[in-house]
């Protein structure tokens, strides 16, 4: 029987606010959108519930505000199966919100507005040890403090466990705070603007993690959109094909790619295997809007994955 990961994500939980239109207004434009979404989001919270639907058992670390979006947040937790009980209300303070604009090819751009998501910090951590003490694997992105983040890499580094980082939205950062991270993972803008290097191209893209990885991260895995995956480590790097799908919203793939290749790596799947699968599970979930609301179930990529998987896949 397969083995079911632990995975502990500590990140951020939006409610997301969705807006489609034809194109983007211009620069004092009113224009008509066609359709409006409500949705959970937030790049960790759409991590766990990556992760969960995927089959793991999964723990969340996080903090929303005392408005309406927090409580219902952590019953989405509940509800989901996910451990919620490191997820906190922080008083006087809004919850996270993303008012996110598609356009009809499926491209996204998102502004998030933090609120209690930068409450988040290292004490929190602490608290949640025993816990985190016998997760598989941490889960980090960029939508909390990154002292945050950084003290719960060092945890992870200290208890040996895995640990991933989405360095998303980028920042500035050192690169040695992620010292031990066994996976970072950013998408083609975040690599452009960590390494300063053009990511345009699957060879930028190659040149780019190469960089990387002499700069002494262990693995990085460039999340390339339409073009697949990037892996690249100390021994070359591997360029993993996509999916076709029809895309429609692309809010929350690098989340969906990110929570379901914890999982099965989790489970023991080759390196190769588990991101072609999460290949598969982030393009699944464009041909749907919203961003949690597009994952699907682990049956679904499982179908999916026999019905597609021929050759280079397989
Ligand atoms: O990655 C997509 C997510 O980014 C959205 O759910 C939004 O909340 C922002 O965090």
Same mark, same amino acid.
């Given at each position: 029987?397969?083995? *079911? ?8 939980? #939006? ?7 034809? !194109? ?12 409006? +979404? ?18 793991? +058992?999964?723990?969340?670390?996080? !903090?929303?505000?005392? /408005?309406? &979006? $927090? ?6 937790? %509940?509800?989901?199966?996910? /451990? ?16 996110? &604009?598609?356009?009809? #090819? ?9 609120? =209690? %998501?930068? *409450? ?6 602490? =608290? ?5 003490? @016998?997760? +598989? ?19 992870? *580094? !200290? ?40 990511? !345009? ?8 993690? @190469? ?8 693995? @990085? ?5 339409? %073009? ?8 070359? =790097? ?18 969906? &790619?990110?929570?379901?290749?914890? @999982?099965?790596? $989790?489970? $023991? ?18 041909? $749907? ?18 019905? *597609? ?6």
């Amino acid at each position: 029987m397969t083995r *079911r990961p632990r995975i502990a994500v500590i990140g951020s939980a #939006n409610v997301d606010l969705t807006t489609f239109s034809d !194109r983007f207004p211009r620069a004092g434009e009113t224009i008509f959108g066609q359709h409006f +979404d409500l949705g959970w989001g937030g790049k960790g919270a759409n991590q766990a519930v990556a992760a969960r639907l995927c089959g793991a +058992d999964v723990s969340m670390i996080a !903090r929303v505000g005392d /408005d309406l &979006f $927090g409580p219902a947040t952590i019953a989405n937790f %509940n509800a989901q199966g996910i /451990d919620a009980s490191h997820v906190h209300v922080v008083p006087g303070v809004s919850s996270g919100v993303a008012p996110i &604009f598609v356009e009809s #090819n499926g491209q996204n751009r998102i502004i998030v507005v933090k609120g =209690a %998501n930068d *409450r988040l910090r290292p004490a929190d951590v602490d =608290a949640a040890a025993p816990m985190l003490a @016998v997760a +598989d694997c941490i889960v980090l992105q960029f939508e909390i403090p990154l002292d945050t983040v950084f003290h719960a890499v060092r945890f992870a *580094r !200290r208890h040996g466990i895995r640990c991933i980082v989405n360095p998303a939205p980028a920042q500035a950062f050192e690169l040695r705070e992620l010292e031990g991270v066994d996976y970072f993972v950013p998408n083609e803008t975040e690599a452009e603007a960590i390494s300063g290097m053009p990511v !345009r191209t699957i060879e930028d893209a190659t040149a780019c993690a @190469v960089h990387m990885v002499s700069q002494g991260l262990t693995r @990085v895995i460039i999340t390339l959109g339409a %073009n697949g995956a990037l892996l690249a480590t100390a021994d070359g =790097a591997t360029h993993i094909p996509p999916f076709p799908v029809d895309a429609r919203d692309t809010t929350g793939a690098g989340d969906a &790619f990110v929570g379901s290749f914890a @999982v099965y790596l $989790g489970e $023991g799947l080759s390196e190769p295997e588990a991101i072609a699968r999460a290949n598969l599970y982030a393009a699944l979930s464009t041909t $749907g809007i919203g961003s949690q609301k597009s994952f699907v179930t682990r049956q679904r990529a499982d179908e999916e994955w026999t019905a *597609r998987a021929a050759p280079p896949h397989a």
